[in-house]
């Protein structure tokens, strides 16, 4: 053969040994197996309509605050009755007695009905995760006010996508997925806080990444902490809470 012939030939075999490669690639992933992952298998629980799912933590057993406590750990002062409790202006915040990092929490509030009261004195009350950082509760029903500052808001941080509000006096849901700050070794910031939210099933937060605590007067900045309460503010409103349930992330 001459050198033309070979070096023809060579390429051929090249070209095939290639191809044979793209096939064996190709083969790789028409195999439905190699793309299935069969664990960790995640726990199976239930979640009977129009109630709880069978691993939530719940945080309000309708009878008493007995999972609730005030900032200097004495008993939440709150009025407790039937499902529900209400905020006994005055009293003070209170804080759960177990702390979270990273959670989802379910928790149905209603403003109260009242006259001549509005912007944001008008139902005023929040989640703060890990004492921190607000989800603010208002009634935002036609009750002008800063927008960052209404219902749904990350106080100060965020307005809501959208304002879900319904009147005062009816029960409303806020479902939070928080994820909480994480820290270096040197205390600094690693990973910022976010949440996602729905409001009466409405999606208004979606992982919005906070700047550090929400805080009334000033910028917001993050301090180092560890798992810590979730707190509800008493913001002189008589805001009403009832089914009250967390699931740890
Ligand atoms: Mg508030």
Do not use: C
């Not at 191809?19 to 299935?36: G, R, V």
């Not at 950082?133 to 965020?158: H, W």
Request: proline share 4%; aromatic share 10%.
């Amino acid at each position: 053969m001459n050198n033309n012939i070979i070096i023809k030939v060579k390429l051929i075999i090249l070209i095939l040994v290639l191809n044979t490669n793209l096939i064996i690639s190709a083969q790789e992933i028409t195999n439905p197996e190699d793309t299935e992952v069969w664990g960790p298998t995640p726990l199976l629980i239930n979640t009977p309509s129009q109630s709880l799912p069978s691993d939530a933590i719940i945080l309000f057993n309708e009878k008493s605050l007995d999972n609730w406590k005030k900032l200097d750990g004495s008993k939440a002062l709150w009025s407790v009755a039937k499902d529900t409790f209400t905020i006994k202006p005055g009293t003070g915040d209170i804080i759960t007695n177990q702390e979270f990092a990273d959670v989802q929490l379910h928790i149905e509030w209603r403003t109260p009905i009242v006259e001549n009261v509005m912007g944001q004195n008008r139902g005023n009350s929040g989640i703060f995760f890990q004492q921190r950082y607000e989800l603010q509760i208002l009634d935002s029903f036609k009750n002008k006010t800063y927008v960052n500052g209404q219902a749904g808001s990350i106080y100060k941080q965020f307005s809501p996508l959208v304002n879900a509000s319904k009147k005062s006096g009816i029960w409303q849901t806020y479902d939070i997925i928080f994820i909480a700050p994480t820290f270096n070794i040197d205390k600094s910031v690693k990973t910022n806080a976010s949440m996602t939210v729905f409001h009466n099933g409405v999606l208004i937060q979606y992982n919005s990444t906070l700047k550090g605590s929400t805080t009334y007067i000033g910028l917001p900045e993050y301090e180092f902490h560890g798992k810590d309460s979730i707190l509800l503010q008493d913001h002189g409103s008589k805001v009403s809470f009832r089914n009250i349930w967390a699931r740890e992330l």
